[in-house]
């Protein structure tokens, strides 16, 4: 064998070995992210075992959970994040607020919102929710399809970037099904945290209450 083949085919077997090893290290880190998103998914499964009015009654009654009778800017209608949960727990659509930028109308809240209000309590945050469908926001927001609430208040302190929870928290709700995470340090959220759930789940919401019906 010549030099330059030897080195050739010395080559081609680190390439492969390296291909190897990264594929190894890929598959290896994919399965620890899955594995994790699922162990922190299951941490919602006691929740899907209750009817709306239990999961309701529940987030109602939890001490960590703070749901606002008013809106931040005051107005009280019957899209506040309490009425809202009432009417969830009633097997009503919630209502959205009709002032401003708001559209009115009514939507169905995903339970997952809620299974995580719960998970978040019993973790030990506790928490002030500002909205969930009712108050204005954005024109294609998921607060108007019952996939986002707001939180103003953590651990008994305001939302800031002086507040030592909230990057804890809002990396809790990624893991917990959040794929919008919003809070301070990005535009128009230094004093709340946005959180919001894919749009998928209002097929998925529809389709399960549907086979309840
Ligand atoms: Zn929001």
């Known amino acids: 064998m010549s030099l330059k083949s030897y080195l050739k085919s010395y080559l081609y077997s680190y390439k492969f070995r390296m291909l190897t090893m990264l594929c190894f290290i890929a598959s290896m880190t994919s399965t620890v992210a899955v594995a994790n998103i699922n162990t922190l998914k299951a941490e919602l499964k006691p929740y899907q075992k209750l009817t709306r009015q239990e999961l309701a009654n529940k987030v109602i009654n ?78 294609s927001s998921r607060h108007y399809l019952g996939l986002a609430f707001d ?31 919003l809070g301070p340090g990005d535009a128009d959220h230094s004093n709340h945290i946005h959180l919001a759930w894919p749009r998928s789940l209002v097929n998925q919401h529809n389709s399960s209450s549907n086979s309840n019906s």
Do not use: W
């Not at 005051?74 to 727990?89: C, E, M, R, W």
């Not at 995580?116 to 909205?131: D, P, S, W």
């Not at 909230?166 to 709700?173: G, N």
């Open 151 to 181: 939180i103003n208040e953590l651990n008994s302190r305001p939302v800031n970037n002086r507040n030592p929870y909230y990057k804890r928290f809002m990396a809790l709700c990624r893991k917990l099904g959040a794929t919008e995470v």
């Open 62 to 139: 939890h001490p960590n959970i703070g749901l606002s009778k008013l809106h931040t800017n005051g107005i009280k209608d019957s899209a506040t994040p309490y009425l809202n949960v009432v009417d969830f727990g009633k097997g009503r659509p919630s209502k959205l607020s009709s002032y401003g930028r708001a559209p009115g109308g009514t939507t169905e809240i995903s339970e997952v919102l809620l299974q995580v209000m719960l998970a978040l309590a019993n973790r030990g945050f506790k928490f002030r929710i500002t909205e969930i469908a009712g108050g204005q926001h954005s024109f």
